[in-house]
């Protein structure tokens, strides 16, 4: 069967081109069709309860994201409260109404907010805080205290200071707010120049922004990751010919899988934006293994043929077990509870599955259809490299050296690993996904400017509900009243209840208005003990009806009042805002406009009344944001200074324990609602399902290693390499305070899968060997030339070839390229260095278990068993 | 842009110039478009020389979320077009009831405004500002419930049909108002506007009153069913007038002050 395939490339090389470019032209045609979805929302499924309850929130109080631009002046004395700036801040305030994708009427700032304020004795008013950019600096400046004194937009629209002011731009659609956010800056840049910082930032636009960088980077830096992997293996091989091959296995493995991704009609989430970054070491690894050993047997056996069978022959086993090591890996994200990183699982499986097949189909392939002369060179310039020239010196040094200490290397490895154990023992679990911009991005120096002037820039809502149904329990208020009365009386109140369903489910009314309506009617217009019956139903009605409404109760705005306090005392909130407030300034304005009267009123009427007044402004909708119109659900806003994950959660904790403590009143249940609480939600599944996931991929990684080794004993040592790569390299994450965060968790499949390889390789090679010379030592001694070469040139190869990583302005992508080059040199030195020290000290039990595992194969093409009798 | 519209009214002067002959042919056409919107005016809001109503606002927001409010309103004319009082006293929700609000209308200054909360046991001046502000919360605004200066507008009659009037009204000052423009698209016979349009400074059609249902009350033609649209968020407002009487002889002396916190009930409904 193996040698089938192996013999296939050899006769059929152009069938595997003409095979391969199909393949690729088909499944690349497919690439032009790509979804994007760069909403980290979807990183929960649809039906995920948390990711429900937001959407419903936002429903209910009609919210949407916001884009938030801050205007700060460090120039003036005023800040931007002087008629330049403010002037400035007014056009812009109205040209962003324009802007395509904007709800106009939402918009939030100096021009389009209602003030509330006294004028004169005994009359308030309602007007628009600044219709008209001011002309004096005395204007500019009473603008500023109107706006001070309203708890709504102290804060908010004017920093605490009065020197600032933020605009929020709310929008219909998230993955607007990069095209968005620009046409603002184009707004914003064409303003003469002047002190006026103008700074954009919000979720929304981190989100779409990184988005659109990723896509930016996809194309920068997967591309120059693979021309520095081509250079380098050029220096290595000294053959261009011969290192195109890795170079198509990898590009061709890239574009079929993100092909059939994109062509099964998956969105390509930042997940798997990733992918092309993943596949391509993992593909060029095989190719390199097999290049290594070609360029190493070839001089010795001038058929190409049959060198070729040689290697692949030699190395079918290791590339398969490392293979399928690899998408073992990758299969385990599969158990995540988190839809694109199932779909990132799959399709790097997939690809990984697909590296090898190209690598045992194509590279054969590929060496056979070479020209003659292009070898020729190779072996001319190789004969001199033979033992691999520096890098050969430099493997076989410390081969000899780490067996001569091998003790100390024992010793030195147990130390890295306690210091790696309480390295992960300071893991930090955080993310935000406006730190996936590098600091000196624009949109993380606005963040910082923004949360240092204004209260926040991140929201989350604490929505308070009534579980019940009002509707029922009202018309059971009308049912109880009409006991007493005439047999005419209740015949008609049961006619007026069915008139009164009927018109709820044709038309937009509730079932209790329709009912006083009609009720209140009859009471008019019939005479004595009738009139007197409908008056009373009337009344039973109406009182059930007022007692609904929840959110106008004076004891639940109070509670909601020291909910908010309890809220604003917590360092990270920077302000909470409610209809409570609402209410207190209103109420503030209806009685004196004196800091003694910003107080809820006594009465459920006195509050229903002061609301009336608020919604006779200019926004009278803006109440809606803050509570249903039935008054049964009211939103607590929190502004928060952070939407780092870890401090939305210490929100939550603090304010959990509070609500424990403080049950809110009967009936009220409280749940939490925003981008910045979401983003939380996901983050908790998949550390926890990165944790399962990996915990999952390791068990079968060992339990794949004993069987293919059939050795419990090499099934343990194959397992040394990739967990202390895995312990060191989060013991590094964790000692280095970088948050463990979205793409960090990612990693850990990666590494898995990656630094097993070594371990395979080495593993299988040293038994050969081991075979063929009968003693470890002199079999070490030959690990350290051409198996300890290939593994040291991939090591290479992958760790500085994706150091271009490092100079992407996108954190995610950094990481991925510090990683890739810590898991490299760790698992190689570490492969190189420790595991012949151990294997040295447990030579004895290596050998007789050897033995007794191969008299037990019967089977003489089991892969482990079939190797030798091949390079003999 | 400007040039454009410039142009296009210059297309429709021109038009309405060729026009002229076959109008001529019935002569009670009026041909000035502040007389007929001064005109509409009367007929809207100066209905005999006081009157009585009751009305029920159905407010229903863009997700089909429903209130109410409910009102007796008195009116009395101290000349047509110019002064008049006004009484409003709510009845729904019960929460609000007997909050009310006096009006002194003014022609050519800003209306004095009264409003009583009997929960804050509070009477309250109201300070004049713009009155494009809600009324009560509904997408009515306060103007469109008292009635706009025609004077505040330039007002050119764009067509004519067989039925209607269509103007279109342009504001003198952009200071206190939200729209570009608006066209009223007004009857004929009634003077009674059936449908006006709000249109904001990027061309949009944004707002809508639509005349539902006219009835004729005592020989006036009423309007007795409103609707203003929010074209923006797809919420509107219904407004149902009943219990329309006319010329009662309400007394001037009922609009004080005292009769915020003592409704004169002898005149409500």
């Known amino acids: ?199 954009i930032t919000g979720l929304p636009v981190a989100e779409d922004t990184f988005g659109v960088e990723m896509f930016k980077q996809m194309a920068i830096s997967a591309p120059l990751a693979a021309l520095v992997i081509l250079l380098l293996m050029w220096w290595f091989f000294r053959s261009f010919a011969l290192v195109l091959s890795p170079m198509i296995v990898a590009m061709t493995t890239v574009t079929i899988t993100m092909g059939a991704l994109i062509g099964s009609g998956f969105t390509v989430h930042i997940m798997s934006s990733m992918i092309p970054i993943f596949l391509m070491p993992i593909a060029v690894v095989d190719s390199v293994h097999l290049l290594s050993e070609f360029v190493d047997i070839y001089p010795k056996h001038p058929n190409r043929k049959a060198a070729i069978k040689e290697v692949v022959g030699d190395l079918f086993a290791p590339m398969l077990y490392t293979s399928l090591t690899s998408a073992a890996g990758f299969l385990s994200l599969m158990l995540t509870p988190i839809p694109p990183v199932r779909v990132f699982g799959a399709f790097v499986a997939l690809g990984i599955g697909l590296a090898f097949v190209l690598t045992i189909l194509f590279v054969p392939a590929y060496i056979v259809a070479l020209p003659e002369k292009r070898l020729a060179t190779l072996l001319s310039k190789k004969r001199d490299a033979s033992d691999g020239g520096l890098l050969g010196r430099v493997v076989a040094a410390t081969g000899a050296k780490s067996l001569r200490f091998a003790k100390p290397i024992l010793v030195a490895t147990a130390v890295a690993i306690a210091i790696s154990g309480y390295g992960i023992s300071k893991i ?76 709820s489910q044709q038309e937009a009314s509730n079932v209790s208005d329709a009912l006083i309506e009609a009720v209140s009617d009859l009471a008019f217009d019939t005479t004595g003990e009738e009139s007197e019956q409908w008056q009373r139903v009337q009344t039973a009605l109406e009182e059930a009806q007022t007692a609904s409404k929840t959110f106008q109760n004076p004891e639940h705005l109070a509670y909601i009042e020291r909910l908010q306090r309890e ?62 119109p039935d008054y049964r659900e009211s939103a607590v806003w929190m502004q928060l200074k952070s939407g780092d994950n870890q401090d939305m959660m210490s929100v939550k904790a603090d304010l959990d324990v509070f609500l424990a403590a403080n049950p809110p009143p009967e009936g009220l249940r409280a749940e939490w609602a925003g981008l910045t609480y979401l983003n939380t939600v996901w983050q908790d599944e998949m550390v926890g399902g990165m944790l399962e996931s990996l915990m999952g991929a390791f068990v079968i990684v060992f339990l794949m290693m004993m069987i293919l080794f059939r050795s419990p004993v090499y099934g343990v040592l194959a397992m040394i390499p990739l967990t202390i790569t895995i312990m060191f390299t989060y013991g590094l994450i964790g000692l280095a305070g970088k948050d463990y965060d979205m793409p960090v968790a990612v990693l850990s499949s990666l590494t898995l899968g990656l630094s097993v390889d070594f371990a395979i390789h080495f593993l299988e090679r040293a038994r050969s060997i081991r075979r063929e010379t009968g003693d470890w030592t002199e079999t070490m001694a030959l690990m350290f030339q051409e198996p300890g070469r290939a593994i040291a040139r991939n090591a290479i190869v992958i760790a500085i070839g994706f150091l271009p990583l490092l100079a992407a302005p996108l954190v995610p992508y950094n990481t991925v390229g510090f990683l890739m080059a810590a898991i490299m040199a760790v698992s190689s030195i570490v492969t190189v260095m420790l595991l012949p020290s151990i294997m040295m000290q447990i030579q004895n039990w290596l050998s007789p278990k050897e033995e007794t595992a191969r008299a037990s194969v019967e089977d003489p093409s089991a892969p482990l068993a079939t190797n030798k009798e091949q390079t003999t | 842009m400007r040039t454009l519209t410039k142009t296009w009214l210059a297309a429709v002067a021109v038009a309405t110039l060729l026009s ?135 007002h050119e009659l764009l067509e004519t049909t067989d039925t209607e009037y269509v103007v279109k009204s342009t504001p003198k000052s952009s200071k206190g108002v939200e729209f570009a423009h608006y066209t009223l698209r007004i009857n004929k016979k009634t003077f009674l506007p059936s449908k006006i349009e709000y249109v904001n400074a990027q061309g949009k059609a944004y707002r809508l009153i639509e005349t539902v249902k006219v009835d004729t009350v005592e020989g006036v033609p009423t309007i007795t069913r409103l609707k203003v649209s929010d074209l923006e968020s797809g919420g509107y407002t219904l407004s149902d007038v009943s219990h329309v009487r006319y010329d009662l002889g309400i007394p001037d002396d009922i609009f004080v002050e005292t009769s915020l916190r003592n409704p004169p009930q002898k005149w409500l409904r």
């Open chain 1, 428 to 503: 930090n679990i955080n993310d935000n996904p406006v730190r996936w911009f590098k600091p000196s991005h624009d949109i993380r120096v606005a963040d910082t400017v923004l949360n240092r002037e204004l209260a926040g820039t991140y929201t989350a809502f604490l929505v308070m509900k009534q579980d019940s149904d009002s509707e029922p329990e009202i018309v059971a208020s009308g049912d109880e009243a009409v006991e007493g009365a005439s047999d005419a009386v209740r015949a008609q109140w049961s006619s007026l209840k069915a008139d009164a369903e009927t018109e």
């Open chain 1, 567 to 628: 809220a604003e005392a917590l360092p990270l909130v920077g302000k909470t805002s409610s209809i409570a407030d609402v209410v207190k300034t209103v109420y503030r304005e209806l009685i004196s406009g004196e800091e003694q009267d910003y107080r809820i009123p006594d009465s459920t009427e006195g509050v229903a009344q002061t609301l009336l007044q608020f919604q006779s402004s200019h926004r009278p909708n803006d109440l809606w944001h803050l509570v249903s």
């Open chain 2, 20 to 154: 002229t002959p076959t109008m001529a042919a019935e002569a009670a056409d009026l041909k000035d478009a502040s007389e007929i919107v001064s005109r509409t005016n009367i007929a809207q809001y100066y209905a005999a020389k006081d009157g009585s109503a009751l009305v029920r606002m159905k407010i229903v927001d863009g997700k089909g979320r429903s209130q109410r409010r409910q009102f007796a309103v008195l009116r009395r004319d101290k000349k047509d077009g110019g002064d008049q009082n006004y009484l409003v006293v709510f009845e729904q929700p019960a929460d609000v009831r007997n909050t009310a609000f006096l009006v002194k209308k003014h022609a050519n200054k800003d209306d004095d405004r009264w409003l009583y909360l009997p929960g804050l046991d509070l009477v309250k001046r109201i300070a004049a500002s713009d009155e494009r502000t809600s009324f009560v919360g509904t997408h009515f605004f306060y103007e469109d419930i008292s009635g706009r200066q025609p004077d505040e507008d330039k």
């Open chain 1, 1 to 199: 069967m193996k040698r089938k395939i192996l013999d296939f490339p050899l006769q059929h090389a152009r069938l595997v081109f003409i095979g391969l470019a199909v393949l690729t032209i088909g499944f690349g045609s497919a690439i032009p069709g790509i979804q994007v979805d760069t909403d980290p929302e979807n990183m929960l499924s649809e039906n995920d309860p948390d990711r429900i309850f937001h959407n419903e929130t936002k429903e209910e109080f009609s919210l949407h994201d916001l884009i938030v631009v801050g205007v700060v002046n460090e120039a003036e004395p005023e800040g931007v409260f002087n008629p330049e700036s403010l002037a400035r801040i007014h056009e812009l305030n109205e040209r962003l109404k324009s802007i395509d994708g904007v709800i106009a009427r939402d918009v939030l700032g100096p021009s389009t907010m209602d003030n509330i304020e006294q004028a004169g004795p005994g009359t308030i008013r309602f007007e628009w805080l600044m219709e008209e950019p001011p002309e004096t600096p005395e204007e500019a400046i009473a603008i500023k205290e109107a706006a001070l004194r309203l708890p709504m937009l102290r804060g908010t629209v004017v920093s605490e200071d009065g020197e600032s002011v933020a605009l929020y731009v709310p929008i219909e659609s998230k993955d607007q707010s990069h095209r968005i956010s620009a046409e603002i800056r184009t707004i914003v840049d064409s303003f003469d120049a002047s002190a006026d910082e103008f700074y």
